[in-house]
């Protein structure tokens, strides 16, 4: 008998083999849609559903995909976010148009071509100092009720159905990438060489409102949810971001200790997402706790090793992802997209531990039809036993 969606992510997840392989997509901005080939969907099979946007945020671009178009899509997961808060959406709204958009930490984005923006506004892009970061009037409010009042009765509906596996995703860049918005990359890379105490400050403090957040967003869910997501970019096309010691001296002891709060309050898994080539830290990310990785950018470094990766870390890690939107997804043909999902299953799909998706959030340079071939080669190809 085939199992429910829930059903069938929590077999995978435990590295037990589902009857297919659970299919992640439509859920958070690393999971999502873009605007434009959500459209193009609804086209092609017929939906009529407003365009909305996911954290109620359309500088952002990604959709908030309607129920009918995420059952044909034949997702397995559904998502629980938070929202800024009603002041700062609000200002958002009611700003003028084409002025940048700021979020609730100050930082923002600036339109850089119509309908495309681009996170440009650092608000704490001279600081050198801890002093400079108790000086910035910017910080949030994570007391805000505006950012989770709805929390609880959407995840509580979800879990009621039975149907479908809940990935809950609090709108955080976690510290690393809230940093780089503060300050910019650059400056926040140079002042880890340059201002090491500064920058320890910096991460350690962002950290005390992610955990702030976390910890309001996961008492409202209480035990309505199946898997929260997390992450920090820390990976490039080629290699990392920083230095394996670098990450190991100034992340892994704050990432150690985020999950941990998450572990302590919730028996959800946790979900970590990394763009780029981050083979080099996946024994530290298991070591911390990270339940699943996420996006297993194929494109990128050893990364595109997959048979490496299962037979190194699939006993202890899942895989969700897998599906280029390098090149494959965006440039390919319907028949290179079903070949490579495919590929992907077979090699990751073994012995559970694998969950497909596309690598990140499909962009706007994606065909509407590449994404339906992608979801429908899950349900052709991805049936236990893999052959």
Not at 124 to 152: C, E, N
Request: glycine share 8%.
């Amino acid at each position: 008998m085939p199992m429910t969606s829930r059903e069938r992510v929590l077999t995978a997840i435990h590295h037990e083999e589902p009857d297919r392989v659970p299919l992640v997509i439509g859920v958070s901005n690393a999971t999502g849609i873009k605007m434009k080939p959500y459209r193009g969907i609804k086209d092609i099979i017929g939906v009529q559903a407003p365009d909305e946007y996911i954290y109620d945020w359309p500088e952002l671009g990604t959709a908030q995909i309607d129920e009918q178009t995420m059952r044909r899509l034949h997702s397995d997961v559904r998502g629980v976010l938070d929202l800024e808060p009603e002041a700062v959406r609000q200002r958002n709204s009611q700003r003028k148009p084409h002025s940048d958009c700021i979020d609730s930490w100050g930082s923002g984005q600036t339109e850089i071509a119509p309908g495309d923006w681009f996170p440009n506004v650092h608000p704490l892009a001279d600081a050198t100092s801890p002093g400079d970061l108790d000086s910035y009037q910017g910080w949030p409010d994570m007391s805000d009720p505006t950012r989770i009042a709805h929390v609880r009765e959407a995840a509580r509906r979800i879990a009621e159905e039975n149907e479908y596996a809940i990935l809950a995703t609090p709108w955080l860049l976690f510290p690393f990438e809230r940093a780089h918005a503060m300050q910019g990359l650059d400056v926040f890379l140079l002042n880890m060489i340059e201002h090491p105490d500064f920058a320890r400050a910096m991460l350690e403090r962002i950290a005390d409102y992610c955990k702030q957040l976390m910890g309001c967003f996961l008492q409202e869910l209480g035990d309505n949810v199946d898997i929260i997501k997390i992450g920090d970019d820390l990976g490039t096309q080629q290699s990392l971001l920083i230095s394996p010691k670098m990450y190991r001296e100034f992340l892994k002891p704050i990432h150690a200790d985020l999950i941990s709060f998450i572990k302590e309050r919730t028996k959800a898994k946790v979900f970590f997402h990394s763009d780029g080539d981050v083979a080099p830290l996946i024994d530290d990310f298991i070591e911390i706790g990270v339940d699943i990785l996420n996006p297993i950018q194929t494109s990128a470094g050893t990364m595109s090793d997959l048979p490496a990766l299962k037979q190194r870390f699939g006993d202890n890690i899942v895989f969700c992802g897998g599906i280029d939107t390098d090149r494959v997804l965006p440039l390919g043909s319907v028949d290179d997209v079903r070949q490579e999902v495919r590929r992907v299953m077979q090699t990751l799909g073994p012995g559970g531990g694998c969950m497909i998706g596309a690598v990140h959030t499909v962009m706007n340079d994606v065909p509407a039809e590449n994404v339906l071939a992608m979801v429908d080669a899950v349900e052709e190809f991805g049936r236990y036993p893999l052959k």
